[in-house]
């Protein structure tokens, strides 16, 4: 027989943090350790800038989601800040940097990889001035901080399927960091902006194909983003407002996978849906 090998559970007496050898450790008790000194030291610091009192989506709302389940792990870390960041292995071990590779002279926190590193800002300016516009109201839209980590509570009535909308954008900042990590290369806010609409729009093309007029996300809220027509003659326009101009900034075209010809039918009537988009002129959504 093989002998069991029995693996001491981490972190074990030998881990040390800031210094100081830990001997115990309650990860349920947001990772707090214990070091020999009788000091208590917490690896999950306050990242957030000491926000309160937020309202975040429950994990419920979360895993209904439409999308894969690596990005609804990420809002959930995002949210409850459990991103491994520059500034955890520093308090690991100090010989680890805190700062960001990217802006070298800031600490890496969670609330700096997704708002306050110049390309996560950029990104979210440019999202912000994306929102006023497709809104259909003339209230000015503003992100901080707090909208992000409420996880855009506060365009759910203004943007259609917010959480996802979120979700996506994070993914996108998160990637972006571990290719600048991996690669050395720098992706800008601009370069982050481009990928989120080209995924968001194979996003909102999916869900079509999927998921029934009455449940669709994407259907509840009208905006100047696009616009659903059940029961619209199957086809593709090159068609294109000004302001389609502007946002249409993607080279790309829909889907290669995605054929022109096929239908997406209305459960009601069983009829094409046409979707206009803001992301990328007109297009003809289909199933079947």
């Not at 800008?188 to 194979?202: D, E, H, V, Y």
């Amino acid at each position: 027989m093989i002998p069991k090998i029995q693996i001491p559970y981490l972190p074990h007496k030998h881990l040390q943090l800031a210094g100081d050898e830990i001997i115990n450790f309650t990860p349920k008790i947001a990772r707090k350790y214990t070091s020999k000194s009788e000091t208590p030291l917490f690896a999950n610091t306050k990242d957030w800038d000491d926000i309160k009192e937020t309202i975040k989506p429950r994990w419920e709302q979360i895993h209904k989601l439409n999308i894969e389940p690596k990005k609804k792990s990420l809002l959930w870390r995002v949210l409850h800040n459990a991103i491994y960041t520059n500034k955890f292995f520093n308090i690991i071990n100090i010989k680890n940097s805190p700062y960001c590779n990217l802006c070298k002279n800031k600490i890496e926190t969670s609330s700096h990889i997704f708002y306050n590193c110049k390309r996560a800002n950029d990104f979210w300016n440019l999202a912000k001035d994306f929102f006023n516009t497709i809104k259909k109201d003339n209230i000015e839209i503003t992100i901080g901080k707090r909208d992000i980590i409420q996880g855009l509570e506060s365009l759910k009535n203004t943007i259609p399927n917010h959480l996802v909308v979120l979700t996506l954008a994070l993914w996108e900042i998160f990637r972006a960091r571990a290719e600048a990590n991996l690669t050395k290369s720098s992706p800008s806010g601009t370069q982050i902006f481009q990928r989120w609409k080209a995924i968001l729009k194979r996003q909102i093309i999916r869900d079509w194909k999927k998921i029934p007029y009455k449940t669709n996300p994407w259907a509840k809220i009208e905006t100047k983003w696009f616009a659903i027509e059940p029961g619209a003659k199957e086809q593709v326009s090159g068609y294109q407002t000004e302001t389609e101009q502007v946002l249409s900034t993607l080279p790309e075209k829909i889907s290669e996978g995605f054929e022109k010809n096929r239908r997406v039918q209305n459960l009601r009537g069983r009829q094409p849906i046409k979707i206009r988009t803001r992301l990328d002129g007109y297009f003809t959504a289909a199933d079947g």
